[in-house]
């Protein structure tokens, strides 16, 4: 079956300080990767996936197959990142099903 | 590009009327998908549209449907509505090559009576 954990529904950080979403996911087969934000009053939008291999406003996520894993960190965590955090997978070969985590909201304090 | 569009953008219903929700995709997009967003299930997939025809579906119950049009406008039907129907409706659209970016709509705020 697939699925998508999120095991923190909430996380708070100090401006500055490093941040790490945690994803893990379940899967038989070779899924794509996504990370999701929401912020206040906007609409959900693409952050990142893991097939860009590329880092968007500083965030950068790595698969580990070994773990199932696609955690999100960034090094240096700003106000303007709090946010709804998502982490979504679908499956290769023209599926267009995401499947997503519940969800971690990120607080980032002055 | 304009975004994804939705129609209306809330709702009130009460239990046992239907509902119809629209979504317009990105210009040139062919690929439209729905989602139910509540609190406690999160984001869930309905069903996903191409070239008109329904691709790929969800696990919910044949209350749910939808269709899609040939100018690729898409729009999701909800009979006998229940209370646990209220929710956000999302609508995504995405070029069909394969996985490709989903690109969200604001949503539309369904709730039940």
């Known amino acids: 079956a697939q699925r998508v954990t999120q095991p923190e529904k909430l996380l708070s950080v100090f401006k500055g300080a490093p941040v790490e979403l945690k994803c893990n996911y379940s899967?038989?087969?070779?899924?794509?990767l996504f990370w999701y934000v929401q912020y206040s009053r906007q609409r959900l939008q693409l952050l990142l996936r893991?097939?860009s291999r590329e880092s968007i406003k500083g965030f950068t996520a790595d698969l580990n197959k070994g773990e199932t894993s696609f955690h999100l960190k960034k090094p240096f965590a700003q106000e303007e990142d709090s946010a709804m955090y998502y982490c979504?997978?679908?499956?290769?070969?023209?599926?267009?099903?995401?499947?997503f985590g519940k969800g971690t909201k990120l607080t980032v304090n002055p | 590009k304009a975004g994804v569009t939705q129609t209306p953008r809330y709702l009130i219903k009460t239990r046992g009327q239907q509902v119809t929700l629209s979504c317009s995709p990105i210009?040139?997009?062919?690929?439209v998908s729905w989602y139910q967003q509540t609190p406690g299930q999160g984001l869930q997939f309905l069903f996903e549209y191409f070239s008109e025809t329904q691709r790929n579906k969800g696990n919910f119950p044949g209350r749910f449907s939808g269709r899609q049009f040939s100018n690729s406008r898409s729009e999701m039907n909800v009979s006998t509505l229940e209370l646990g129907d209220s929710a956000l409706y999302l609508c995504a659209s995405s070029l069909p090559a394969g996985s490709d970016t989903q690109y969200f709509g604001p949503g539309t705020r369904l709730t039940v009576l």
């Open positions: 210009s040139g997009h062919r690929s």
């Open positions: 893991h097939i």
């Open positions: 899967y038989s087969g070779s899924p794509e």
């Open positions: 979504a997978l679908s499956g290769r070969g023209g599926s267009e099903k995401l499947v």
